[in-house]
Nanobody
Framework: QVQLVESGGGSVQPGGSLRLSCAAS?????????????IGWFRQAPGKPQVAVSC????????DYIDSVKGRFTISRDKSANTVYLQMNNLKPEDTAVYYC????????????????????WGQGTQVTVSS
């Protein structure tokens, strides 16, 4: 079973930056690589449903973002560390939420899945608070 651990959340003022990390591991599988999986970042604000923020394919590393974060957030992979990052710049109060990463083992090329029901394994979440 793959395990995902998010980190990097915290409290920042509007306009600030955070980099979220999603570190993956699989017990007993030394050949495991996160490159084999599509990755999604989701967030859930208090009292609201969980929504997709960004994702990246596993076949060709194509990324996608929701409109409200385009130009501010960047998803990327570090193959050697089996980690995916979400760099968040120019943060706004409406970005406040618990952020989750998730993985899907199906092969995705050209477009990554923004549908949360596709994803198979989820992390525990990390809190991001943007407030003055």
């Amino acid at each position: 079973q793959v395990q995902l651990v998010e980190s990097g959340g915290g409290s920042v003022q509007p306009g600030g930056s955070l980099r979220l990390s999603c570190a993956a591991s699989k017990i007993g599988d030394s050949g495991f690589t996160l490159d084999d999986y599509a990755i999604g970042w989701f967030r859930q604000a208090p009292g609201k449903p969980q929504v997709a923020v960004s994702c990246i394919t596993n076949y060709d590393n194509k990324a996608d973002y929701i409109d409200s974060v385009k130009g501010r957030f960047t998803i990327s992979r570090d193959k050697s560390a089996n980690t995916v990052y979400l760099q968040m710049n120019n943060l706004k109060p409406e970005d406040t939420a618990v952020y989750y990463c998730a993985i899907d083992s199906a092969s995705w090329a050209g477009q990554c899945p923004m549908d949360r029901t596709v994803y198979e394994v989820w992390g525990q979440g990390t809190q991001v608070t943007v407030s003055s």
